[in-house]
């Protein structure tokens, strides 16, 4: 791929994130009156604020896969590494001595959140509180670690549309 074929990828999965980013916030402002959860205020949840935790999960789960899947290796390719035969966890230790990451076990922890929260099978109440709380008190830490990475590439690139 050409420079200008890199930078137009990763301008369209920044595009992509953002989407996801807007609309995790969007639902998190509805329902963050509800955090911390307690079993007691979780079984009282209307049905309209559920679907916001339900697009609140979906958002973050989006958003956690594209930055793993699609937005990690795109800067890795802008910035001339050679990603094709490395393993995800040397490409999160390349990202972080690079200064991308603080420290690549933050995405470790979001990723555990990530599975705790969308697995399909029945929970305990108790299960379920914990990990939107888990979530919850990640979503700095995820949206931090996004912002980080878009100001990066808006600097290192010169051309950047939103």
């Not at 639902?27 to 916001?52: G, Q, W």
């Not at 990990?131 to 670690?145: E, I, K």
Request: aromatic share 12%; proline share 2%; glycine share 4%.
């Amino acid at each position: 791929m050409t420079e200008n074929e890199i930078i137009h990828s990763l301008n369209d999965t920044f595009i992509l994130c953002d989407i996801h980013m807007e609309r995790m916030m969007y639902a998190f402002e509805k329902i963050k009156h509800h955090f911390p959860l307690t079993r007691d205020n979780y079984l009282h949840i209307s049905p309209d604020d559920l679907s916001y935790f339900d697009q609140l999960i979906f958002r973050y789960s989006k958003l956690q896969d594209t930055m793993g899947k699609r937005l990690f290796p795109q800067i890795l390719e802008f910035l001339g590494e050679d990603i094709r035969t490395m393993a995800f966890i040397d490409l999160l230790n390349k990202m972080e001595k690079l200064g991308l990451l603080s420290n690549h076990r933050e995405w470790f922890a979001l990723r555990e959140t990530r599975n705790i929260v969308t697995h399909e099978y029945p929970f305990t109440v108790e299960d379920i509180t914990q990990g939107l709380n888990a979530l919850s008190a990640q979503l700095l830490t995820l949206t931090s670690m996004y912002n980080h990475l878009k100001a990066y590439f808006k600097a290192r690139s010169g051309s950047f549309r939103s």
